[in-house]
């Protein structure tokens, strides 16, 4: 059965980094979107940025933008999040997803996605 395995969360200080990765196994992937989401508690999730693999195209959330790389290796068959200048709003539960039925639809829209990591915890202190 196939899944998303995500690791790299922790506790970092405002200002500092943090590198999120995510290693799908068990299927094949299909070239559809990968995504990295985050969801505060009482709060709906958040997508913070895409992956278009096949076309070689990222696209950003308000949220993420200049602060935030979202990235895959293939050869490592891993989706990484490279989260800079760490700010105490980003202390939510990170998401990884993906698109493997290729859906159409804006890649924030995360009903679009079928396949979802476990998620990870992040905590922002000043």
């Known amino acids: 059965q196939g899944q998303l395995a995500q690791s790299g969360g922790g506790s970092v200080q405002t200002g500092e980094s943090l590198r999120l990765s995510c290693t799908p196994s068990?299927?094949?992937?299909?070239?559809?979107?990968l995504a990295w989401f985050r969801q505060a508690p009482g709060k709906e999730r958040e997508g913070l940025a895409a992956l278009y693999v096949r076309m070689d195209i990222t696209d950003n959330g308000a949220s993420a933008a200049g602060r935030f790389t979202i990235s895959y290796y293939n050869d490592e068959n891993k989706l990484y999040l490279q989260m800079n200048d760490r700010k105490n709003e980003d202390t939510p539960m990170y998401y990884c997803a993906e698109d493997s039925f290729e859906a159409g639809g804006a890649w924030t829209y995360e009903h679009k996605y079928d396949m979802w990591g476990q998620g990870t915890q992040v905590t922002v202190s000043s």
């Open positions: 068990g299927y094949t992937r299909t070239g559809g979107a």
